[in-house]
């Protein structure tokens, strides 16, 4: 509708001159037909022959233009593959180059531990392994985003009101869990959800990792909701808190590998829970988005096609172009 | 390093980064093995031929014949010592491949030491002198289920089993590993290549699909048997079905 509209527009304003040359030049007939400009045509012809060079100017400027643009998102597409590329060598290379140092440090430490450290080395021991366990979690959580680009994911049908009791069975375990109220909300009328089709072991742990961050970004007595509701071709799963919300200034950095809010500081994670969400999105054709207000709570929304088409959609939605409707995540 | 009255058992350690071998050797002598080092595959094949040892330890990359090199010439020679292989986290690929191969077990660098003698002494434990090893037989039997390896198929009497491809890794993985309780995290490398921060419940799942399959009753399972709190365990009894 909207696209109508815009097309009219454009065709008016590239066909104006030419409309107004010729009107400018059946007046000029009608009006004075004898006025001569020392010109070989009648100054009417002239005038429609200048309207309609205007005319055939804007149409090729306009041709020109939408050239310009192909080529501009061609390039940009181009550029977004071979950044990809270029950080999965990256990501390879790194886990390639850390894995034999890191492999021989632990195999070191253990060596130290089974001769039996004195007691004061045996404290820088324990903090050495520690730290060393930290870099390679850090390290394989890197390596497994980048698996999970590549990877091919099963595509089987998956019954998503029981993943995401799953999900909400699984979270419970959580301790922090208990002294917040989370609901799953499922709609039944007026019918059921339409099936999803993907790999349900990853759909599983991307929602589990949203539950997961709404408990620990909320505090006793919070609510959180996760909801799942049909979209046109697409299912909507939503995991909204009342929590304590993503700073403004956070907010477009989330869904980046190891982006970690100042709130996140103090808190254990290596900031690739929401990187993971996205890439498990995406490789399922579909999109994510995030609202939040400083303190009042956050709502992410995974957008899922139903047909089930693999790597077709850029993975984070455009947030400037949504509809702010509280509470609704737009796409 | 080892005198000849030792009873300890003997094991080759094949990484071409001697600050993985000068480390881990000493740690694994510590935990009971002798050891010798290979810093290529060559010399790795050497040592095999020249001290008939109980168990092989050899990394995936290194130069003069890689690790997948010197286990396809000690099967194609027959020899069925138990091999674990050192490989890349995440290389799907590899891990299926080491296993139909013949390797007895896999490690994915960086590794904890601890789980590395583990390994070993669970493919020691395993080791049937002189006869080919379940990892490397191409269709294993378990009572009326019979296994294609290489074709990835599957028979419970005369019925193919339809699986997806994740539960027939891991039932491939069962059957190769009988009687040995494997813990939810290590299937979960299993059919994933890494572990999951969370989501061990994806191998629970898998189980289950494998039970109905199977027609597997969790209380008093014929096949696969829940351990509380720990993992599960193969329990049928399973032969190399040549």
């Not at chain 1, 020109?64 to 940009?76: C, G, K, N, P, S």
């Amino acid at each position: 509708m909207r696209d109508d509209q815009a097309d009219a527009r454009y065709r008016l304003r590239v066909l104006a001159p030419l409309l107004a040359g010729t009107a400018a030049g059946i007046a000029l007939q009608a009006v004075a037909p004898d006025v001569r400009l020392y010109l070989a045509a009648s100054p009417g012809l002239t005038a429609g022959l200048a309207g309609l060079a205007v005319t055939g100017v804007l149409l090729i400027a306009a041709r020109v233009r939408a050239r310009i643009a192909d080529v501009t998102d061609e390039a940009l597409r181009r550029a977004a593959a071979e950044g990809l590329q270029d950080r999965l060598r990256f990501l390879m290379r790194l886990d390639h180059e850390l894995k034999n140092p890191l492999t021989a440090i632990r195999a070191g430490l253990a060596n130290v531990d089974l001769a039996g450290a004195p007691a004061d080395t045996a404290a820088a021991v324990t903090s050495v392994a520690a730290q060393t366990d930290r870099i390679a979690r850090l390290l394989g959580d890197l390596r497994k985003l980048a698996d999970l680009e590549t990877q091919p994911i099963e595509t089987a049908p998956i019954d998503l009101p029981g993943l995401l009791r799953e999900v909400a069975d699984a979270v419970g375990e959580i301790p922090a869990a208990r002294q917040r109220s989370i609901r799953v909300t499922v709609p039944q009328a007026p019918w059921p959800l339409p099936l999803l089709e993907g790999d349900r072991d990853l759909l599983f742990i991307a929602v589990q990792n949203l539950v997961a961050n709404a408990i620990k970004f909320s505090s006793p007595g919070d609510a959180i909701e996760v909801r799942a509701s049909e979209d046109g071709s697409a299912v909507l799963v939503e995991v909204a808190d009342t929590g304590a919300g993503i700073p403004a200034d956070e907010i477009s950095q989330v869904w980046q590998e190891l982006a970690r809010g100042r709130a996140a500081r103090s808190l254990p994670g290596t900031g690739i829970g929401l990187a993971l969400v996205r890439v498990i999105v995406t490789r399922h054709g579909g999109q994510v988005a995030i609202r939040s207000r400083d303190r009042q709570g956050t709502v992410v929304g995974l957008r899922l096609p139903v047909s089930g088409r693999p790597d077709t959609a850029p993975g984070v939605a455009d947030l400037r172009r949504r509809h702010d409707t509280p509470g609704t995540p737009a796409f | 390093m080892t005198g000849t009255s030792d009873s300890r058992p003997v094991v080759i350690l094949a990484d071409d980064d001697d600050a993985i071998t000068s480390n881990l050797a000493p740690f694994l002598e510590r935990s009971g093995f002798a050891v010798h080092v290979a810093s290529n595959g060559e010399a790795a094949l050497d040592l095999v031929e020249r001290l008939d040892p109980d168990a092989c330890v050899l990394d995936v990359l290194m130069p003069r014949a890689d690790g997948r090199e010197v286990l396809r010439r000690l099967r194609s020679a027959g020899r069925w010592l138990p091999v674990v292989l050192l490989t890349q986290v995440g290389e799907s690929g590899e891990r299926a491949m080491a296993l139909n191969e013949g390797a007895d077990d896999y490690l994915n660098k960086p590794f904890d030491p601890q789980e590395l003698v583990a390994r070993v002494h669970a493919v020691l434990r395993r080791a049937r002198p002189g006869r080919r090893p379940l990892s490397a037989a191409p269709t294993l039997r378990a009572s009326d289920l019979r296994m294609d390896r290489v074709s990835r198929r599957a028979w419970l009497r005369d019925t193919e089993l339809l699986l997806t491809p994740k539960a027939m890794l891991l039932l491939d993985y069962l059957l190769t590993h009988p009687d040995e309780l494997l813990s939810r995290d290590r299937l979960l490398e299993v059919l994933w290549g890494f572990d999951f921060p969370v989501g061990t419940r994806a191998v629970d799942n898998r189980v289950a699909e494998l039970r109905r399959a199977l027609g597997d009753d969790a209380t008093r399972p014929a096949w696969i048997e829940t351990v509380p709190g720990q993992g599960y365990r193969f329990v049928a009894r399973v032969d190399d079905a040549r």
